[in-house]
C-alpha cells in the first residue's frame, strides 16, 4: 500500500497541472453568433459545463453541438421559465442576444429592442448568478453596459470588476488590418483599442502599434485606417447586405475573451485585455474600454492609455460627447423603470 501511495504521488507530480474548470452560459445561443460562439467555447479546456440560453431552437443547438468529442458537457435551455437554471452556478456569462443591424442603421438604433432584452437578462444575472463574470455582445454596447450596471446595482449585487462590453473584435480587426499593411503574422502584432464600440467612439492608438507602421505611411493613410477599423462593423453589414452583422469573426473575439476571463478565474496569473468596463480612467465618462489587468476577482488594474499623437488626441476629444451620450441613455432606460422596458418591446 505505501508503494502504491508513493507511486501514486511521483505520477500525480508528473501530471501536467489541469485547467480549472468553470460553468459558462451563453445567452442566445442560438443566434448567428451564439452558434459559433457556442461551438469554439464547447473546445475549451477551460470549461466543464456549457449552457445555452435562447428563447428559440436551443434543443437543436445543443443537441448539434454536444456531439464534439470534447469534455465540456453541454445543457440547452429554451424560454424565460428556463433562464434561472442555465445561469444557476455560471461562472461567466456570454451575451449574445439582441438585434442585429442591417445597412443604414447605427448601432444606437438597437436600443429600443435590445435594451429591454439585455435588462431582462441583466435581471435573471442578479437573481441566479450574481458573482458570475459577465461579458455583453449585445448591442449598442456603449449603453448595454450601463443599463446592466444599472440593473445589477439596484438588486444590490453589482460588482464593477466583473462586468465587461466585449470590445475584443475591435482589437482582433485593428490586428488583421496592421498585419496585412506590415506583412507580420497577426499574433505578433498589438495595438490598442480604447474608448467604446461605435464608430468614432472606437479610438484604436495606432501610434502604439507593434511593429511599428511603416514610417512611409502618409496621415492620410494613417487616418484611413483609423477610419476602416472605427467603420470595420458597417463593412460586414453592408456587405451580409441585411442578412446582419458579424458573427463569425465576433465568435472568435468573443471566445478569445472568455479564455481570458476563464484563465484570470483560475488565477494563472495577470491577464491583459481590453474592454468597456466601469471606469475612472478618463474624467467625465463613467464607461470607458481601457487595457486592462485580470485576475481571479476580475479587473485589477485599469492601465494608462499611454501617449496619442495629434490625430488620436483629435478623436479622444471627438468621442466624448458621444460616448457619455450612449451612457446616460443607457442609465436613464433603467431609472426609468418597467415602463421603459415595456415601451421598448
Ligand atoms: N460587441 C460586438 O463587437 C458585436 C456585437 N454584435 C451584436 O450582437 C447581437 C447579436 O447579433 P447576432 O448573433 O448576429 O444576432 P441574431 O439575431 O443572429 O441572434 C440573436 C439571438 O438572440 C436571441 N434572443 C433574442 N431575445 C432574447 C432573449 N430575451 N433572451 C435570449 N436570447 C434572445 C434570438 O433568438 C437570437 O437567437 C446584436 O445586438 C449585434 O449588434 C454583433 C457583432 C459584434
Ligand atoms: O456593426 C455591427 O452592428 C456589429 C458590431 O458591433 C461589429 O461588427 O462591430
Known amino acids: 500500500m505505501a508503494a502504491l501511495n508513493r507511486i501514486q504521488k ?206 512611409s505611411m502618409t496621415a492620410e493613410q494613417r487616418k484611413a485606417l483609423m477610419t476602416r477599423i472605427q467603420d470595420a462593423g458597417t463593412e460586414v453589414v453592408q456587405a451580409k447586405a441585411g442578412a446582419g452583422s458579424a458573427t463569425l469573426s465576433m465568435a472568435y473575439a468573443a471566445a478569445r475573451f472568455a479564455d481570458s476571463c476563464l484563465r484570470a478565474m483560475g488565477g494563472e496569473g495577470a491577464v491583459a485585455e481590453y474592454a468597456y468596463v466601469r471606469s475612472s480612467a478618463v474624467e467625465g465618462l463613467p464607461y470607458f474600454s481601457s487595457p486592462l489587468r485580470l485576475g481571479r476577482a476580475g479587473v485589477e488594474d485599469i492601465l494608462p492609455l499611454g501617449p496619442m499623437d495629434a490625430m488620436e488626441s483629435e478623436n479622444f476629444e471627438a468621442m466624448k460627447a458621444e460616448l457619455l451620450g450612449s451612457i446616460r441613455k443607457g442609465e436613464e432606460f433603467v431609472a426609468k423603470g418597467p415602463a421603459a422596458a415595456a415601451a421598448a418591446k
Open 10 to 215: 511521483i505520477a500525480s507530480h508528473l501530471d501536467p497541472p489541469k485547467p480549472h474548470k468553470f460553468k459558462v452560459a451563453v445567452l442566445g445561443a442560438a443566434g448567428g453568433i451564439g452558434q459559433p460562439l457556442s461551438m469554439l467555447l464547447k473546445m475549451s479546456p477551460y470549461i466543464s459545463e456549457l449552457s445555452l440560453y435562447d428563447v428559440m431552437n436551443t434543443p437543436g443547438v445543443a443537441a448539434d453541438v454536444s456531439h464534439m468529442s470534447t469534455a465540456a458537457r453541454v445543457k440547452g435551455y429554451l424560454g424565460a421559465d428556463q433562464l434561472p437554471a442555465a445561469l444557476a452556478g455560471a461562472n461567466l456569462v456570454i451575451i449574445p442576444a439582441g438585434v442585429p443591424r442591417k445597412p443604414g442603421m447605427t448601432r444606437d438604433d438597437l436600443f429600443n429592442i435590445n435594451a429591454g432584452i439585455v435588462r431582462t437578462l441583466a435581471e435573471g444575472v442578479a437573481a441566479h448568478c450574481p458573482t458570475a463574470w459577465v461579458a455583453i455582445i449585445s448591442n449598442p454596447v456603449n449603453s448595454t453596459v450601463p443599463i446592466f450596471a444599472e440593473v445589477l446595482q439596484r438588486a444590490g449585487v453589482l460588482d464593477p470588476k466583473r462586468l465587461f462590453g466585449v470590445t475584443t473584435l475591435d482589437v482582433v480587426r485593428a490586428e488583421a488590418f496592421i498585419s496585412e499593411i506590415v506583412g507580420a503574422d497577426p499574433r505578433d502584432v498589438s495595438v490598442p483599442v480604447v474608448g467604446g464600440h461605435a464608430g468614432v467612439t472606437i479610438l484604436p492608438l495606432l501610434s502604439q502599434a507593434r511593429p511599428s507602421l511603416p514610417a
